[in-house]
């Protein structure tokens, strides 16, 4: 008989698509169809490696050059310079990334979707003694994790009035949602970040960034292993993530993860 408590793709894309269909904040504009969903996300959330425009679970039924006229169309009015398409191991059909590149698209990120079991406490993570982890439940807090995200990110820095509301948010956010955020601490300074929800078995991490001059002594370590202790305690018996395969996948392998998707983004010019 099949064990429906074991790590499996069906079993972590289906737990994955729960978190991305809840409903994005309100300056994030989403477009759903049956062929994809497009979204348009504002500066705050911007850096090198996060472009403002992407689109994703493509599953076409018309031509590839018909959907690409048509988003074209859509998002030329926003002064986009490109749109960005991410290919997956659901894509359909499976010429679209020949598509992509025979239309002149590039490469620009790839990711791999990794799950692992919580059933047990066995974290394979070794975390300094000099690295401590609070989960932000404080405007301070936030305050920190707000500049460790600004800088590690590459983001525009907010003013002091976004800094305000944007605190303000996360607080609000804390106690009427699932989601909470975590910053560890190396030598009683702010290193590092990253965000978790939990929703029913599973728990989504994201968002983990180390700022640069901390990298390669722990802190990652200690904002995955206090994630992954807290999902637990509030009823989770997965934790599903991204990862880099040139950053983070290997630390993520190494601390019980594996990988049940690959995806591949692809920046194609508007125009």
């Given at each position: 008989m099949p064990d429906k408590t074991a790590i499996t793709r069906p079993r972590v894309l289906a737990a994955l698509s729960t978190f991305e269909d809840e409903p994005a904040p309100s300056d994030v504009e989403v477009l759903v169809t049956a062929e994809y969903r497009l979204v348009r996300y504002p500066e705050r959330f911007v850096s090198p490696t996060f472009p403002a425009v992407q689109v994703a679970h493509l599953n076409l039924a018309r031509s590839f050059d018909s959907v690409y006229e048509e988003l074209e169309q859509i998002v030329r009015p926003w002064g986009a310079d490109a749109v960005h398409w991410w290919v997956t191991g659901s894509t359909a059909p499976r010429d679209v990334e020949r598509s992509l590149v025979e239309r002149g698209?590039?490469?620009?990120?790839?990711?791999?979707?990794?799950?692992?079991?919580?059933?047990?406490?066995?974290?394979?993570?070794?975390?300094?003694?000099?690295?401590?982890?609070?989960?932000?439940?404080?405007?301070?807090?936030?305050?920190?994790?707000?500049?460790?995200?600004?800088?590690?990110?590459?983001?525009?820095?907010?003013?002091?009035?976004?800094?305000?509301?944007?605190?303000?948010?996360?607080?609000?956010?804390?106690?009427?949602?699932?989601?909470?955020?975590?910053?560890?601490?190396?030598?009683?300074?702010?290193?590092?970040?990253?965000?978790?929800?939990?929703?029913?078995?599973?728990?989504?991490?994201?968002?983990?960034v180390t700022l640069a001059e901390y990298r390669g002594r722990g802190c990652y370590h200690g904002v995955l292993a206090a994630r992954l202790d807290i999902a637990r305690e509030q009823g989770a018996t997965m934790a599903i993530t991204r990862g880099r395969a040139s950053t983070s996948a290997p630390i993520l392998i190494g601390a019980g993860f594996s990988v049940h998707d690959e995806e591949r983004c692809y920046r194609l010019g508007v125009g």
């Open positions: 698209a590039t490469l620009s990120d790839d990711a791999q979707v990794l799950a692992r079991s919580l059933d047990t406490a066995d974290v394979a993570l070794q975390v300094p003694a000099n690295i401590t982890v609070e989960e932000a439940r404080d405007g301070d807090i936030f305050r920190a994790a707000s500049a460790i995200e600004t800088s590690g990110w590459g983001r525009v820095p907010l003013n002091e009035t976004e800094l305000h509301t944007y605190v303000e948010a996360r607080l609000a956010e804390r106690s009427s949602t699932d989601r909470f955020c975590v910053v560890a601490y190396l030598d009683d300074v702010p290193a590092a970040v990253g965000w978790c929800a939990v929703k029913g078995e599973a728990a989504r991490l994201w968002g983990a």
